[in-house]
């Protein structure tokens, strides 16, 4: 599969379980993003990292920790959750983070936590 | 804070009608704007942006700065289009900038 892509597509997990969302991508890119989306609410972004730095935490609770070790891996490390963080995890990719540049998206991990 | 707002969660239009799908920014100074789409099954994907001045897939977007508006429209709608339409301006604030802002999202649907 081309482009952005996540593992694992779906992932049921209980509030005590620690699990970790990846996201690759091959496409050259700089940048790369967090997003969840829930029902009834916008697509929110958590984090992002250009050029292996994190530059945006956008409020997100400590029980979320992302990880970039390389421009083309993200992680996002998952630890004692809550039912309401529940929700589709998106990943995308830019070349850089500028306001000109074109987000591409991978098909997301829809989460579900019990 | 800056704020884009689509009106519309779901818009029922028939083949062949015109379309027009709303987004109003409260941004300061002139942030970059785009249009998403989510076609069912599918991952999230740009449809066009301001800067290139496209019409894609029959679909163009006018900018007008004194409404702060950024409306997507079509003008014969076909069944293909039924979709998730995001708007998504760019922040254009300190570190956030690049970062893209996204609306709630109009659904379409176009019968047939």
């Known amino acids: 599969e081309t482009g952005v892509t996540q593992t694992p597509r779906h992932l049921v997990m209980g509030m005590t379980n620690k699990k970790s969302l990846k996201c690759e991508q091959h496409l050259g890119h700089n940048a790369m993003y967090w997003y969840k989306q829930s029902a009834k609410k916008p697509l929110e972004l958590m984090f992002v990292y250009n050029f292996k730095e994190q530059t945006e935490n956008n409020s997100v609770p400590s029980r979320f920790s992302p990880e970039c070790p390389n421009s083309s891996h993200l992680f996002l490390h998952l630890h004692t959750l809550q039912p309401e963080d529940s929700a589709l995890y998106l990943c995308?990719?830019?070349?850089?983070?500028?306001?000109?540049?074109?987000?591409?998206f991978g098909p997301g991990t829809r989460l579900t936590v019990l | 804070a800056q704020r884009v707002t689509q009106p519309e969660k779901l818009l029922s239009v028939f083949k062949g009608a015109p379309v027009e799908l709303k987004c109003n920014y409260s941004?300061?100074?002139?942030?970059?704007l785009f249009w998403y789409v989510q076609y069912s099954r599918q991952r999230l994907q740009l449809l066009l942006r301001?800067?290139s001045r496209e019409s894609i897939k029959g679909f163009t977007a006018d900018l007008n700065k004194g409404e702060t508006s950024f409306h997507l429209k079509k003008p014969f709608a076909q069944e293909e289009d039924s979709a998730m339409y995001y708007c998504a301006p760019g922040a254009n604030y300190g570190g956030s900038q690049g970062n893209l802002i996204f609306g709630k999202g109009t659904k379409l649907s176009v019968k047939p």
């Open positions: 941004y300061s100074g002139s942030p970059e």
């Open positions: 995308a990719s830019s070349l850089r983070q500028d306001t000109y540049n074109e987000q591409f």
């Open positions: 301001h800067i």
